[in-house]
């Protein structure tokens, strides 16, 4: 889902940085158009941004590092007693 960032945000990416952790360590992705798809290495928040170009023209989060895994886990320790008694 992609959503604005705030001015805090945006402020981050200028400098280089991860808005939710602080981490420099910013990984490039894919280019589409003027934006490029940038992804931190630290929490995995994904982000696009225009490159060389500073404040929130063409900034939008579109990933979350928090976002909901689709694969949901199985424990595998609940116990059926589909057996009949008796
Ligand atoms: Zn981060």
Redesign the pocket.
Known sequence: MIETLTETEVAALDTGK?P????ERLLEGPHGGMKVNIM?S????KFNVVPGLAGSFGKERIGR?DAPSPNVKLTGSAQLNTLPKG
Do not use: I
């Open positions: 991860c939710d952790c602080g981490s931190c630290g929490c995995g928040a590092p």
